[in-house]
């Protein structure tokens, strides 16, 4: 806040604007519930997708071959396979419209080849992890001895 100073109240109102403009692109391909201004976060849902038999988490899967950090899923609670977009304002109107390009992309390849998502991530050091063993079987150690 301090480093930003006179500043502040336009990179806010750049926030609320990303956020809007990203909004009014995507709500073509995936559902909105709550269709309205939305301050520098919206939340779609992957509920057409889900009807295909792709969920939300392989919607965030597929983001990450196309090297997008994927946004927070199913969060909120309140809407059935959520993806909060939370657009970083200090990203160019160029990585927005990637962005835009690529979840118009993957809404598309939903509706021509759903199969195609039980094989992602594909480029990631990870590939399909299993979850369910992951939870069950936490290993979340850290060796400190290399430091």
């Known amino acids: 806040i301090l480093m930003l100073g006179k500043n502040l109240k336009d990179v806010s109102s750049d926030a609320v604007l990303c956020a809007n403009y990203m909004k009014e692109k995507l709500k ?20 057409i997708q889900k009807q295909k038999g792709v969920s939300t988490l392989q919607i965030a899967k597929r983001l990450m071959d196309s090297s997008f950090h994927p946004p927070t899923v199913y969060f909120p609670l309140i809407v059935h396979e959520a993806i909060m977009i939370e657009p970083t304002e200090s990203e160019n109107k160029e990585v927005l419209d990637r962005f835009i390009d690529e979840m118009i992309k993957i809404a598309k390849e939903v509706e021509e080849n759903p199969q195609s998502f039980e094989n992602y991530p594909q480029k990631t050091p990870v590939k399909r992890a299993d979850e369910t063993l992951a939870a069950r079987h936490l290993d979340i150690k850290y060796d400190f001895s290399n430091k």
């Open 28 to 47: 073509k391909y995936y559902k909105l519930y709550y269709d309205k201004i939305c301050m520098h976060e919206f939340v779609l849902s992957g509920d």
